[in-house]
């Protein structure tokens, strides 16, 4: 017989990332469409619009495909309480979005209008960092109900507890010692 409060919190839980997949597909199209019109309008003042056009398409591609595996295998998986199998693909996933949400901001110099940007810019900058910050968010419910599970002591940041267990710890706490 199924576990009421397991059950409950998974629901919870997927009701919880569904929500947020739902903000960020609503937030993806506006942002695809801005990236190319910045990208051409502001081109000669910056070189590096073009790559942040296609560093934005390429986050926005990536984060619709782990949405639609999320939502197909993972959860379903994660509900079920098969979390240590979860934890491989979730780990890769958000290693490689942490990277690509970096290289954006990066990009977009902190997500820091220019004086010579227009309200486009500025729009587009303000989407940009309201992405990052929802799929941060995600990210750290993931770890916190579906890698590390509920209750778990989440005190040390995402990316450690990711290389605890993937056996990078010592490496990782002395970059972010650097820092």
């Given at each position: ?122 729009a587009l ?43 990078r710890a ?10």
């Open positions: 017989m199924p576990d009421p409060d397991r059950t409950a919190t998974a629901a919870r839980v997927l009701a919880d990332v569904a929500r947020r997949h739902a903000c960020e597909r609503r937030a993806l199209p506006y942002i695809t469409s801005l990236l190319p019109k910045i990208a051409g309008r502001f081109r000669g003042r910056d070189v590096r619009l073009d790559i942040l056009c296609d560093a934005g398409q390429d986050l926005a591609d990536a984060l619709e495909t782990y949405m639609d595996t999320d939502e197909r295998r993972l959860l379903p998986a994660a509900a079920e309480g098969a979390s240590d199998l979860v934890r491989g693909e979730i780990d890769r996933q958000h290693g490689e979005l942490e990277a690509m949400l970096a290289q954006v901001r990066a990009l977009a110099r902190g997500f820091v209008v220019p004086e010579w940007g227009d309200e486009a810019y500025r900058m303000e989407e940009l960092e309201a992405l990052e910050r929802d799929v941060k968010e995600r990210m750290h419910v993931d770890e916190r109900e579906l890698v590390a599970g509920p209750g778990a002591d989440l005190r040390e940041p995402p990316h450690v507890r990711r290389a605890v267990r993937l056996g010592a490496w990782v706490r002395a970059a972010d010692e650097e820092e």
